[in-house]
């Protein structure tokens, strides 16, 4: 965490983007899967929550004098994409999962920056830290839809995946993400 909490331009670039990312994602799930009430509403909710944030990020980085950019996409993201199965409903329960474990890692990203964070960068940290709970229902969220829409029990696939997000976090990467693994 030293290594995002000394280059806060890239770390707020990154966040602005996937605050974003996280907004279109919802509102392509509505698009996809139109006929699905449930998951309509919640995402319907969830990526007006995900604009109001992106906004939160965007006035921080004006704040700073940082314009925004968007950023590469990470490795973290591509890897956990390349996963999503092909053939309903299993690719609606994977993009599901998969934004469930991105919400949860999420949230404890934005746990574990808030020391590094509290006396250098208030501002900042007053932001993730009242993100957490947001970040933490968007998770729980995202697990029960994809819970009603599988036709077994997701927890073999849970696992699967996030046996594959532990080898993305723990493993070196080459460029400073907010969902990046190990800078090296």
Do not use: W
């Amino acid at each position: 965490m030293t290594c995002a909490s000394e280059d806060i331009p890239t770390l707020l670039l990154d966040h602005a983007g996937l605050e974003l990312k996280a907004a279109q994602q919802a509102l392509t799930l509505m698009n996809r899967y139109a006929g699905r009430a449930d998951l309509l509403s919640k995402m319907s909710r969830l990526a007006r929550e995900e604009l109001r944030h992106f906004e939160s990020v965007v006035r921080i980085l004006k704040k700073k004098a940082i314009v925004y950019r968007p950023l590469s996409a990470s490795r973290y993201f591509g890897e956990l994409h390349k996963q999503i199965r092909d053939t309903e409903p299993n690719r609606l329960v994977d993009t599901l999962i998969i934004g469930a474990i991105i919400e949860a890692r999420s949230c404890e990203r934005f746990y574990s920056l808030l020391p590094f964070l509290a006396t250098s960068e208030p501002d900042l940290a007053a932001l993730y830290e009242s993100l957490l709970e947001s970040e933490a229902r968007h998770f729980t969220e995202y697990l029960a839809l994809a819970e009603r829409a599988a036709d077994r029990p997701i927890i073999a696939r849970c696992t699967q995946l996030l046996e594959i997000e532990a080898r993305l976090i723990t493993g070196p990467d080459s460029q400073l993400r907010f969902h990046s693994g190990i800078p090296g």
